[in-house]
C-alpha cells in the first residue's frame, strides 16, 4: 500500500517509491531521500513539529509538510 512518509508511525520503516513533484523535490533529492532508499520514523516533535527520519545512518529532521512529499511503501520491521 502506497502512502507517505508523514504516515509513518514511531519506529516503522519504509522504502522511498518516489518524490512529489513540488519545488522542495530536489532538495529532498539532495538531501539523501532518493527512491530505492529505506527510511525509519525515529522521532516526531510535540504539537506537529517536526519528524526525524533514519536513513543510511544519519538522522535527518523534516517537516510534516515535506514528508508529505515523500511517497513510500511500509515494509516489516
Known amino acids: 500500500m502506497s502512502q507517505s512518509a508523514d504516515q509513518l508511525k ?11 513533484d513540488s519545488p522542495l523535490k530536489i532538495n529532498l533529492l539532495e538531501m539523501g531521500f532518493l527512491p530505492g532508499k529505506r527510511i525509519m520514523l525515529s522521532h516526531i516533535a510535540p504539537a506537529s513539529g517536526p519528524m526525524a527520519f533514519r536513513m543510511d545512518g544519519s538522522t535527518l529532521a523534516l517537516r510534516k509538510s515535506e514528508a508529505s ?9
Open 69 to 77: 512529499l515523500i511517497k513510500i511503501e511500509s515494509i516489516q520491521n
Open 10 to 20: 514511531l519506529s516503522e520503516s519504509a522504502v522511498i517509491i518516489d518524490i512529489a
